[in-house]
Protein backbone atom coordinates (compact mmCIF):
# COMPACT_ATOMS: atom_id res chain seq x y z
CA UNK A 1 0.00 0.00 0.00
CA UNK A 2 1.39 3.66 -0.98
CA UNK A 3 0.52 6.19 1.87
CA UNK A 4 -1.62 8.12 -0.74
CA UNK A 5 -3.72 5.42 -1.43
CA UNK A 6 -4.19 5.75 1.86
CA UNK A 7 -4.51 9.51 2.24
CA UNK A 8 -6.76 10.04 -0.45
CA UNK A 9 -9.53 8.76 1.42
CA UNK A 10 -12.39 9.91 1.51
CA UNK A 11 -13.15 11.12 -2.04
CA UNK A 12 -14.95 13.58 -1.50
CA UNK A 13 -15.60 16.06 -4.48
CA UNK A 14 -11.60 15.46 -5.24
CA UNK A 15 -10.27 16.37 -8.91
CA UNK A 16 -7.44 14.46 -8.74
CA UNK A 17 -7.07 10.75 -10.74
CA UNK A 18 -8.04 8.04 -8.32
CA UNK A 19 -5.65 5.94 -6.75
CA UNK A 20 -5.56 2.02 -7.25
CA UNK A 21 -8.60 0.38 -5.52
CA UNK A 22 -7.12 -1.28 -2.06
CA UNK A 23 -6.51 -4.98 -2.14
CA UNK A 24 -8.30 -6.38 1.58
CA UNK A 25 -7.71 -9.81 2.41
CA UNK A 26 -10.84 -10.69 3.42
CA UNK A 27 -10.15 -12.72 6.60
CA UNK A 28 -7.06 -12.97 5.52
CA UNK A 29 -6.96 -15.77 2.19
CA UNK A 30 -9.62 -18.19 3.46
CA UNK A 31 -9.79 -18.96 -0.27
CA UNK A 32 -6.89 -20.69 0.41
CA UNK A 33 -6.12 -21.65 4.31
CA UNK A 34 -8.63 -21.36 7.74
CA UNK A 35 -9.86 -17.73 7.94
CA UNK A 36 -8.42 -15.87 10.66
CA UNK A 37 -4.96 -17.91 11.03
CA UNK A 38 -1.88 -15.65 10.97
CA UNK A 39 -0.97 -18.33 7.64
CA UNK A 40 -4.19 -16.76 6.28
CA UNK A 41 -2.98 -13.30 6.95
CA UNK A 42 0.43 -14.70 5.30
CA UNK A 43 -0.61 -16.23 2.48
CA UNK A 44 -2.69 -12.67 1.51
CA UNK A 45 -0.15 -10.18 2.32
CA UNK A 46 2.14 -13.01 -0.33
CA UNK A 47 -0.42 -12.67 -2.93
CA UNK A 48 -0.76 -9.03 -2.28
CA UNK A 49 -3.12 -7.73 -0.02
CA UNK A 50 -2.69 -3.87 0.97
CA UNK A 51 -4.60 -4.71 3.99
CA UNK A 52 -5.31 -8.00 6.18
CA UNK A 53 -8.66 -7.77 8.12
CA UNK A 54 -8.95 -9.81 11.45
CA UNK A 55 -12.58 -10.10 12.75
CA UNK A 56 -12.87 -9.19 16.98
CA UNK A 57 -14.75 -11.04 19.69
CA UNK A 58 -14.61 -11.17 22.96
CA UNK A 59 -13.43 -13.97 25.62
CA UNK A 60 -14.92 -14.45 29.03
CA UNK A 61 -11.61 -12.97 31.06
CA UNK A 62 -11.91 -9.58 27.99
CA UNK A 63 -9.21 -10.64 25.39
CA UNK A 64 -10.19 -9.31 21.64
CA UNK A 65 -9.69 -12.65 19.92
CA UNK A 66 -9.86 -12.80 16.08
CA UNK A 67 -12.93 -15.07 15.51
CA UNK A 68 -15.85 -13.85 12.31
CA UNK A 69 -18.69 -14.50 15.14
CA UNK A 70 -18.61 -15.47 18.65
CA UNK A 71 -20.51 -18.46 17.68
CA UNK A 72 -17.03 -20.48 17.22
CA UNK A 73 -18.59 -24.39 16.42
CA UNK A 74 -18.25 -23.87 12.47
CA UNK A 75 -14.39 -22.46 12.62
CA UNK A 76 -12.87 -24.23 15.53
CA UNK A 77 -12.53 -28.07 16.46
CA UNK A 78 -14.24 -27.36 19.87
CA UNK A 79 -16.51 -29.95 19.23
CA UNK A 80 -13.83 -32.31 19.49
CA UNK A 81 -12.73 -30.97 22.93
CA UNK A 82 -14.85 -33.00 25.53
CA UNK A 83 -14.01 -31.25 28.07
CA UNK A 84 -15.94 -28.18 26.84
CA UNK A 85 -18.86 -30.17 26.04
CA UNK A 86 -21.24 -28.95 29.12
CA UNK A 87 -20.54 -25.48 27.61
CA UNK A 88 -22.88 -26.02 24.29
CA UNK A 89 -25.68 -23.87 24.45
CA UNK A 90 -28.31 -21.79 22.60
CA UNK A 91 -28.37 -17.90 22.40
CA UNK A 92 -29.80 -14.85 19.98
CA UNK A 93 -27.15 -13.19 19.10
CA UNK A 94 -28.22 -9.83 17.24
CA UNK A 95 -31.76 -11.10 17.09
CA UNK A 96 -30.52 -14.28 15.32
CA UNK A 97 -30.65 -17.87 16.92
CA UNK A 98 -27.43 -19.89 17.16
CA UNK A 99 -27.06 -22.98 18.95
CA UNK A 100 -23.18 -23.74 19.71
CA UNK A 101 -20.13 -22.98 21.35
CA UNK A 102 -19.40 -19.07 22.14
CA UNK A 103 -16.36 -16.75 22.78
CA UNK A 104 -17.68 -14.83 26.09
CA UNK A 105 -17.97 -18.54 27.54
CA UNK A 106 -14.38 -19.47 27.10
CA UNK A 107 -11.25 -17.84 29.04
CA UNK A 108 -8.47 -16.88 26.65
CA UNK A 109 -6.53 -19.63 27.54
CA UNK A 110 -9.20 -22.45 27.27
CA UNK A 111 -9.36 -20.74 23.89
CA UNK A 112 -5.79 -21.79 23.32
CA UNK A 113 -6.15 -25.01 22.64
CA UNK A 114 -8.51 -25.26 20.29
CA UNK A 115 -7.17 -24.78 16.54
CA UNK A 116 -8.75 -23.36 14.08
CA UNK A 117 -10.86 -25.11 11.05
CA UNK A 118 -12.55 -24.39 7.33
CA UNK A 119 -15.51 -23.27 7.48
CA UNK A 120 -16.67 -24.29 3.94
CA UNK A 121 -14.95 -27.77 3.63
CA UNK A 122 -17.02 -28.76 0.44
CA UNK A 123 -16.42 -25.85 -1.61
CA UNK A 124 -12.66 -25.84 0.21
CA UNK A 125 -11.23 -29.25 -0.15
CA UNK A 126 -7.32 -28.03 -0.24
CA UNK A 127 -8.06 -25.53 2.96
CA UNK A 128 -9.78 -28.11 4.85
CA UNK A 129 -6.51 -30.53 4.69
CA UNK A 130 -4.94 -27.68 7.19
CA UNK A 131 -8.01 -28.33 9.85
CA UNK A 132 -6.36 -29.03 13.05
CA UNK A 133 -2.59 -27.13 12.30
CA UNK A 134 -3.34 -23.49 13.58
CA UNK A 135 -4.39 -22.38 16.44
CA UNK A 136 -6.89 -19.17 17.75
CA UNK A 137 -4.95 -15.64 17.77
CA UNK A 138 -5.44 -12.44 19.46
CA UNK A 139 -5.63 -8.95 18.03
CA UNK A 140 -2.57 -8.15 19.82
CA UNK A 141 -0.83 -11.15 18.06
CA UNK A 142 -2.09 -10.21 14.34
CA UNK A 143 -0.59 -6.31 15.12
CA UNK A 144 3.17 -7.94 15.99
CA UNK A 145 2.72 -10.14 12.85
CA UNK A 146 2.17 -7.73 10.57
CA UNK A 147 4.58 -5.53 11.72
CA UNK A 148 6.69 -8.45 11.45
CA UNK A 149 5.35 -9.08 8.17
CA UNK A 150 5.68 -5.09 7.29
CA UNK A 151 9.55 -5.19 8.25
CA UNK A 152 10.42 -8.14 5.98
CA UNK A 153 8.81 -7.17 2.66
CA UNK A 154 9.49 -3.55 3.23
CA UNK A 155 6.25 -1.99 2.67
CA UNK A 156 2.81 -0.36 4.34
CA UNK A 157 0.60 -3.34 5.41
CA UNK A 158 -2.95 -1.82 6.69
CA UNK A 159 -5.18 -3.80 8.93
CA UNK A 160 -9.29 -3.52 9.02
CA UNK A 161 -10.54 -4.72 12.39
CA UNK A 162 -14.19 -5.52 12.69
CA UNK A 163 -16.17 -5.11 15.72
CA UNK A 164 -18.49 -8.13 15.96
CA UNK A 165 -21.35 -7.83 18.23
CA UNK A 166 -20.64 -4.94 20.05
CA UNK A 167 -24.34 -4.14 21.42
CA UNK A 168 -24.58 -7.70 22.14
CA UNK A 169 -21.26 -8.01 24.17
CA UNK A 170 -22.09 -4.99 26.05
CA UNK A 171 -25.04 -6.30 27.66
CA UNK A 172 -23.12 -9.33 28.41
CA UNK A 173 -21.11 -6.83 30.23
CA UNK A 174 -17.90 -7.51 28.23
CA UNK A 175 -17.54 -4.12 26.03
CA UNK A 176 -15.49 -4.20 23.57
CA UNK A 177 -14.37 -0.12 22.22
CA UNK A 178 -12.11 0.70 25.11
CA UNK A 179 -10.40 -2.44 24.99
CA UNK A 180 -9.76 -1.91 21.51
CA UNK A 181 -8.60 1.49 21.35
CA UNK A 182 -6.03 -0.27 24.86
CA UNK A 183 -4.66 -2.94 22.41
CA UNK A 184 -3.93 -0.47 19.44
CA UNK A 185 -2.08 2.36 21.35
CA UNK A 186 -0.12 0.17 23.03
CA UNK A 187 1.25 -1.40 19.84
CA UNK A 188 3.87 1.05 18.13
CA UNK A 189 2.92 -0.46 14.47
CA UNK A 190 -0.97 0.27 14.82
CA UNK A 191 -0.17 4.25 16.03
CA UNK A 192 1.17 4.51 12.79
CA UNK A 193 -0.02 1.93 10.10
CA UNK A 194 -3.57 2.03 8.00
CA UNK A 195 -6.80 1.06 9.78
CA UNK A 196 -9.52 0.73 9.00
CA UNK A 197 -11.91 -0.14 11.85
CA UNK A 198 -14.96 -1.31 10.49
CA UNK A 199 -18.63 -2.09 12.31
CA UNK A 200 -22.37 -3.17 11.30
CA UNK A 201 -23.93 -0.94 13.85
CA UNK A 202 -23.44 2.45 13.85
CA UNK A 203 -23.10 3.56 17.65
CA UNK A 204 -19.82 1.97 18.04
CA UNK A 205 -18.44 3.98 15.44
CA UNK A 206 -19.88 7.40 16.15
CA UNK A 207 -18.30 6.85 19.86
CA UNK A 208 -15.04 5.17 18.46
CA UNK A 209 -15.18 8.73 16.22
CA UNK A 210 -14.55 10.56 19.57
CA UNK A 211 -12.31 8.14 20.81
CA UNK A 212 -9.86 8.31 17.55
CA UNK A 213 -10.54 11.75 15.80
CA UNK A 214 -7.36 12.75 16.25
CA UNK A 215 -5.74 9.91 14.75
CA UNK A 216 -4.35 10.29 11.30
CA UNK A 217 -3.49 7.04 10.65
CA UNK A 218 -7.14 5.56 11.47
CA UNK A 219 -10.47 6.15 8.76
CA UNK A 220 -14.04 4.68 9.99
CA UNK A 221 -15.87 2.21 7.94
CA UNK A 222 -19.64 1.46 7.72
CA UNK A 223 -20.86 -1.53 7.01
CA UNK A 224 -24.48 -2.46 5.19
CA UNK A 225 -25.90 -5.61 5.80
CA UNK A 226 -27.25 -7.47 2.65
CA UNK A 227 -28.88 -10.02 5.01
CA UNK A 228 -30.17 -7.74 8.31
CA UNK A 229 -32.70 -4.87 7.93
CA UNK A 230 -31.21 -2.96 11.06
CA UNK A 231 -27.89 -2.24 12.77
CA UNK A 232 -28.18 -4.17 16.15
CA UNK A 233 -27.77 -1.26 18.10
CA UNK A 234 -30.36 0.56 16.48
CA UNK A 235 -32.92 -2.23 16.60
CA UNK A 236 -32.21 -1.74 20.61
CA UNK A 237 -33.27 1.48 20.73
CA UNK A 238 -35.99 0.78 19.03
CA UNK A 239 -35.15 3.29 16.15
CA UNK A 240 -36.52 2.78 12.39
CA UNK A 241 -33.34 3.42 10.44
CA UNK A 242 -32.73 0.53 7.98
CA UNK A 243 -29.64 -0.39 5.87
CA UNK A 244 -31.39 0.60 2.75
CA UNK A 245 -32.05 4.10 4.25
CA UNK A 246 -28.87 4.68 5.18
CA UNK A 247 -27.50 3.69 1.38
CA UNK A 248 -29.77 6.49 0.19
CA UNK A 249 -28.24 9.95 0.05
CA UNK A 250 -29.81 11.31 3.27
CA UNK A 251 -28.33 8.30 4.84
CA UNK A 252 -24.98 8.45 3.14
CA UNK A 253 -24.72 12.37 4.30
CA UNK A 254 -25.40 11.25 7.80
CA UNK A 255 -23.05 8.32 7.50
CA UNK A 256 -20.26 10.97 6.51
CA UNK A 257 -20.72 12.90 10.16
CA UNK A 258 -18.77 9.76 11.76
CA UNK A 259 -17.83 7.45 9.03
CA UNK A 260 -15.37 7.66 6.11
CA UNK A 261 -15.93 4.82 3.81
CA UNK A 262 -18.78 2.40 3.18
CA UNK A 263 -19.08 -1.27 2.72
CA UNK A 264 -22.34 -2.49 0.94
CA UNK A 265 -22.96 -6.09 0.08
CA UNK A 266 -21.11 -5.74 -3.55
CA UNK A 267 -25.02 -6.52 -5.64
CA UNK A 268 -25.78 -2.83 -3.89
CA UNK A 269 -23.98 -1.39 -6.65
CA UNK A 270 -23.88 -3.91 -9.31
CA UNK A 271 -27.19 -6.10 -9.09
CA UNK A 272 -27.26 -9.70 -11.06
CA UNK A 273 -29.93 -9.91 -13.28
CA UNK A 274 -32.10 -12.72 -13.36
CA UNK A 275 -30.18 -14.00 -16.98
CA UNK A 276 -27.12 -14.21 -14.55
CA UNK A 277 -24.98 -11.18 -15.83
CA UNK A 278 -23.68 -8.16 -14.07
CA UNK A 279 -26.63 -5.59 -14.46
CA UNK A 280 -26.57 -1.55 -14.55
CA UNK A 281 -24.32 -0.19 -11.41
CA UNK A 282 -26.69 1.53 -9.37
CA UNK A 283 -26.19 5.22 -8.28
CA UNK A 284 -24.65 3.93 -5.05
CA UNK A 285 -20.90 4.80 -5.45
CA UNK A 286 -21.38 8.47 -7.13
CA UNK A 287 -23.97 9.18 -4.44
CA UNK A 288 -21.55 7.97 -1.93
CA UNK A 289 -18.46 9.95 -3.15
CA UNK A 290 -21.18 12.87 -3.21
CA UNK A 291 -21.13 12.83 0.06
CA UNK A 292 -17.92 12.07 0.95
CA UNK A 293 -17.52 8.41 1.18
CA UNK A 294 -15.54 6.18 -0.10
CA UNK A 295 -16.55 2.53 -1.18
CA UNK A 296 -15.11 -0.92 -0.63
CA UNK A 297 -17.14 -3.44 -1.04
CA UNK A 298 -17.48 -7.16 0.08
CA UNK A 299 -17.27 -10.13 -0.50
CA UNK A 300 -15.45 -11.52 -3.66
CA UNK A 301 -14.87 -15.06 -3.93
CA UNK A 302 -13.50 -17.32 -6.72
CA UNK A 303 -15.24 -20.55 -6.69
CA UNK A 304 -18.54 -20.58 -8.78
CA UNK A 305 -21.12 -20.86 -5.92
CA UNK A 306 -19.93 -17.20 -5.65
CA UNK A 307 -19.79 -15.94 -9.17
CA UNK A 308 -22.73 -14.72 -11.55
CA UNK A 309 -23.81 -17.53 -13.82
CA UNK A 310 -22.13 -15.85 -17.13
CA UNK A 311 -18.63 -15.93 -15.34
CA UNK A 312 -18.55 -19.45 -13.93
CA UNK A 313 -16.24 -22.08 -15.76
CA UNK A 314 -18.33 -25.59 -15.53
CA UNK A 315 -20.85 -27.10 -13.49
CA UNK A 316 -18.85 -27.58 -10.14
CA UNK A 317 -19.70 -25.03 -7.45
CA UNK A 318 -16.14 -25.92 -6.16
CA UNK A 319 -14.17 -24.95 -9.42
CA UNK A 320 -12.04 -21.80 -8.76
CA UNK A 321 -13.46 -19.76 -12.12
CA UNK A 322 -10.37 -17.03 -11.77
CA UNK A 323 -10.89 -15.67 -14.92
CA UNK A 324 -14.38 -14.88 -14.25
CA UNK A 325 -13.24 -13.35 -11.02
CA UNK A 326 -11.32 -10.99 -12.25
CA UNK A 327 -13.53 -9.96 -14.52
CA UNK A 328 -16.19 -9.43 -11.95
CA UNK A 329 -14.11 -7.47 -10.15
CA UNK A 330 -12.86 -5.36 -13.03
CA UNK A 331 -16.60 -4.39 -13.49
CA UNK A 332 -16.40 -2.92 -10.33
CA UNK A 333 -13.43 -1.53 -10.78
CA UNK A 334 -14.80 0.41 -13.48
CA UNK A 335 -18.05 1.41 -11.53
CA UNK A 336 -15.48 3.58 -9.38
CA UNK A 337 -14.95 1.77 -5.97
CA UNK A 338 -11.80 2.77 -3.97
CA UNK A 339 -11.34 -0.82 -2.60
CA UNK A 340 -12.99 -4.18 -2.36
CA UNK A 341 -12.67 -7.24 0.25
CA UNK A 342 -11.67 -10.60 -1.20
CA UNK A 343 -11.15 -14.07 -0.35
CA UNK A 344 -8.46 -14.28 -2.69
CA UNK A 345 -6.37 -11.05 -2.58
CA UNK A 346 -3.60 -12.97 -5.38
CA UNK A 347 -7.38 -12.70 -7.66
CA UNK A 348 -7.77 -9.72 -6.68
CA UNK A 349 -4.20 -8.23 -7.18
CA UNK A 350 -4.42 -9.43 -10.60
CA UNK A 351 -7.76 -7.53 -11.15
CA UNK A 352 -6.57 -4.51 -10.22
CA UNK A 353 -3.17 -4.23 -12.14
CA UNK A 354 -5.27 -5.66 -15.26
Same mark, same amino acid.
Given at each position: MTAGAFAAMPMAHSREPRPAPLVIGHRGACALLPEHTLASYERAIIDGADMIEPDLCMTKDRHLIVRHENDISETTNVAAHPEFADRRTRKVVDGAAHEGWFTEDFTLAELKTLQAKERLPT %???? #?????????IVTLSEVIDFVAGQARARGRMIGIVPELKHSTYFSDAGLPMEDLFVDVIGRHPYSRSAPLIVQSFETGNLRYLKNQLGQWTNVRLMQLCDEEAMQPADIVKAGGKTTYANMMAPAGLAEMATYADIVAPYKMSIIPVGRDGRLGTPTALVKDAHKAG %???????????? #??????????????? &?????????? &????????????TDDPAIGRAAVSA
Open positions: %LRPA #SAAMDGRFP %LAVMPYTFRPEN #SFLPMVLREGDDPAH &RAEKGAIAEI &RAFIRAGIDGFF
